[in-house]
């Protein structure tokens, strides 16, 4: 931290308090003994939505827990799965440390743990966010669910090879 009156960057920090919207510290500049206050804040990062059509809106969890409730309402599906589902999510996608995401990978990231959740909802969000235009696209969609079933289920059924000794 430079300080205001001599430019020096050697200074102390006297005081450390927490204030509303981060910490307030009182310093000591090294060089010129004359006293000031900086502010330190978390930086959040807006992060904006790009549709499909090129259109750009903030994130909204809301919107998004939304979307997977319709997709599993009338469903044996716990508010709870969906919370951690969405914050799951959410983190994913600040994770990625980028102000603007596309629409297309939010949906993926949905559908990922919609599959893990309930085959249904899947199906339901999937026939939304790839906009199936009729019941050949969803009958596709279904086999594609059934095949990654079986071959998962053949995965947990396999026994595993013993680690064979190095020559």
């Known amino acids: 931290m430079n300080?205001?009156?001599?430019?020096?960057?050697?200074?102390?920090?006297?005081?450390?308090?927490?204030?509303?919207?981060?910490?307030?510290?009182?310093?000591?500049?090294s060089n010129c003994h004359q006293r000031f206050t900086?502010?330190?804040?978390?930086?959040?990062?807006?992060?904006?939505?790009?549709?499909?059509?090129?259109?750009?809106?903030?994130?909204?969890?809301?919107?998004?827990?939304?979307?997977?409730r319709i997709a599993c309402s009338k469903r044996a599906v716990s508010a709870e799965q969906l919370e951690q589902a969405a914050?799951?999510?959410?983190?994913?996608?600040?994770?990625?440390?980028?102000?603007?995401?596309?629409?297309?990978?939010?949906?993926?990231?949905?559908?990922?743990?919609?599959?893990?959740?309930?085959?249904?909802a899947y199906v339901r969000y999937a026939s939304v966010y790839r906009r199936f235009q009729d019941v050949t696209n969803m009958a596709e969609e279904i086999q594609q669910l059934l095949e990654r079933k079986r071959r998962e289920e053949e995965q947990k059924n396999q026994i595993p090879l013993p680690l064979q000794a190095e020559m």
Do not use: W
């Open 87 to 120: 914050r799951d999510i959410e983190a994913a996608l600040y994770a990625m440390g980028k102000a603007e995401i596309k629409s297309l990978l939010v949906g993926r990231l949905v559908m990922d743990h919609l599959q893990e959740i309930d085959d249904v």
């Open 3 to 29: 300080c205001p009156f001599c430019n020096s960057s050697e200074s102390r920090v006297i005081d450390t308090r927490d204030v509303p919207d981060g910490v307030r510290r009182r310093r000591e500049c």
């Open 38 to 68: 900086t502010y330190e804040r978390i930086a959040t990062i807006n992060l904006l939505i790009v549709k499909r059509d090129g259109r750009r809106e903030e994130f909204d969890r809301d919107k998004l827990l939304k979307s997977m």
